[in-house]
C-alpha cells in the first residue's frame, strides 16, 4: 500500500510539472527558484506521518543556488502524538544539469506527547544536512531532485531523530 500511494504521488506531482513549450524562444527567467517536498509514511501500532518542507530559493550563478527551507513534520500513533517545525538557509551547487551536492541547516521545534503517560516534552534541535543526489528534468525549468542527506550534527543517544541519514525526494521550479 505505502509503494502504491508514493508511486501515484510521484506521477501525479510529475504531470503537475511536466509542461513544456515547443516551438518558442526561451526567455530570461527570473532568478527566482521555488520548490519542496512533500512525505506520507505509515507504520505500525496506526503511525501515521504527514511532512511538507516548502522551499525558496536564489539564483547567485548559474549553477550555484541558496535560500531558505522549511519544515513542517506532523506524527501520530496509538502511543504518541508530535508536531515538529524547522527553519534555516541551504546551498546547493548543480553541475551538469544532472547532479547537486548541498548543504542544508534547520533549527527544529518539537512539541512530543505521550498519550499513555500524559507526558509532554518541548525541546529545539539543530540539524546540518550534507549530501547531495541526482536531478531529472520534467519540464523547460522544473525539476525533480532525487538524493541522499546526512546530519552530521546528529547524535545517536541524544537526538530525537532515530537516524542521522534521510533520502529525499524534492521539486524545483525555476532552475
Known sequence: ?????ISVMLIASGSLFSQVS???QA?????WTFGGGIGLGFGSNSSFNLQASPRV???????LEGGVIGSVSWQ??????STMFGVGPFLNYYFARSFYVGANYQHFFINYKDKYYDYKYNTEENALYL??????????NS?????????????????VFTSGLIPNIGFVVGL
Do not use: C, P
Open 57 to 63: 530559493g536564489y539564483r547567485l550563478t548559474e549553477d
Open 22 to 24: 515547443i516551438g518558442t
Open 76 to 81: 501520530t500513533s496509538n502511543s504518541y502524538k
Open 27 to 31: 526567455q530570461e527567467s527570473s532568478k
Open 143 to 159: 525539476f525533480m531532485q532525487l538524493g541522499l542527506m546526512y546530519n552530521v550534527l546528529w547524535k545517536q543517544n541524544s537526538s
Open 1 to 5: 500500500m505505502k509503494k502504491f500511494i
Open 131 to 140: 549530501g547531495g543526489g541526482y536531478m531529472q528534468r520534467i519540464g523547460n
